[in-house]
């Protein structure tokens, strides 16, 4: 798996948010896909505390669009959602929807976010 990192510091941030989440293995592909999109992605990987609830091991959506994040780390954020629920929207309190689809997310990323979510879906699908 660690060929699909970005960088030696992807994956130590990686281990980190895997030890604090209390995991002492990486079978759960669900939050390991969540947590290799953080962690390669330096302002999520700052905001974890505010997107994860790490206690009760639980996403706290309502914060993941909320229009706080550039268009790019929302992309890589409904991605991680997606995998994470395997819902392809997310629905907000007045009903209104967020669409998340392949096309969306891969056409609005930087290269950089590209491999990211690229390599996200094969840690989920465990292609490595």
């Known amino acids: 798996m660690e060929e699909l990192f970005l960088n030696k510091g ?4 990686f281990a980190d948010m895997m030890t604090e989440l209390g995991f002492e293995d990486l079978n759960d592909p669900y939050w390991r896909s969540l947590t290799f999109i953080v962690s390669g ?3 999520l990987f700052n905001q974890r505390h505010t997107l994860v609830n790490f206690k009760g091991k639980e996403i706290n959506s ?4 909320d229009g706080n994040l550039s268009g790019g780390e929302q992309k ?11 819902q392809d929207f997310y629905e907000f309190e007045n009903g209104k929807k ?15 976010g590209y491999k990211l979510a690229k390599n996200a879906i094969d840690v989920r699908l465990n292609f490595y």
């Open 98 to 112: 967020y669409y998340i689809s392949p096309l969306e997310i891969f056409s609005g990323i930087d290269e950089s």
């Open 62 to 65: 309502e914060t993941w669009f």
């Open 76 to 86: 890589l954020l409904a991605l991680a959602y997606n995998l994470f629920t395997n």
């Open 10 to 13: 992807h994956v130590g941030k």
């Open 41 to 43: 992605n330096d302002r």
